[in-house]
């Protein structure tokens, strides 16, 4: 099992930035990929980004150059740095780890864009 605790969310007006974090515990040496998926209210999940280990980000086209994931493996933490937020940004946030046979998701959480 993989546990995952999300941290930084908040309400920012457009142009602003958030950094969202996600610590993870557990069995941490099975993960193979870690990322950041958001919904909207009304819509489905989506990803947001994501990196496999040893691989390059992936992010979605909505976000290129404006968000950056990164991965801490000594903190078992992964961080989603927000830049440039447009009220579209405005979803919970939900940090993902997959091992290759199981996925597991954190609690989310919540990101508000103000225009």
């Known amino acids: 099992q993989v546990q995952l605790v999300e941290s930084g969310g908040g309400a920012v007006q457009s142009g602003g930035s958030l950094r969202l974090s996600c610590a993870a515990s557990g069995r941490i040496s099975s993960i193979t990929a870690m990322g950041w998926y958001r919904q909207a209210p009304g819509k489905q999940r989506e990803l947001v980004a994501e990196?496999?280990?040893?691989?390059?980000?992936n992010y979605a086209d909505s976000v290129k150059g404006r968000f950056t994931i990164s991965r801490d493996n000594a903190k078992n933490t992964v961080y989603l740095q927000m830049k440039i937020l447009e009220p579209e940004d405005t979803a919970v946030y939900y940090c993902?780890?997959?091992?290759?046979?199981?996925?597991?998701w954190g609690q989310g959480t919540q990101v508000t864009v103000s225009s």
């Open positions: 990196v496999i280990s040893g691989g390059i980000p």
């Open positions: 993902n780890a997959k091992t290759g046979e199981k996925s597991f």
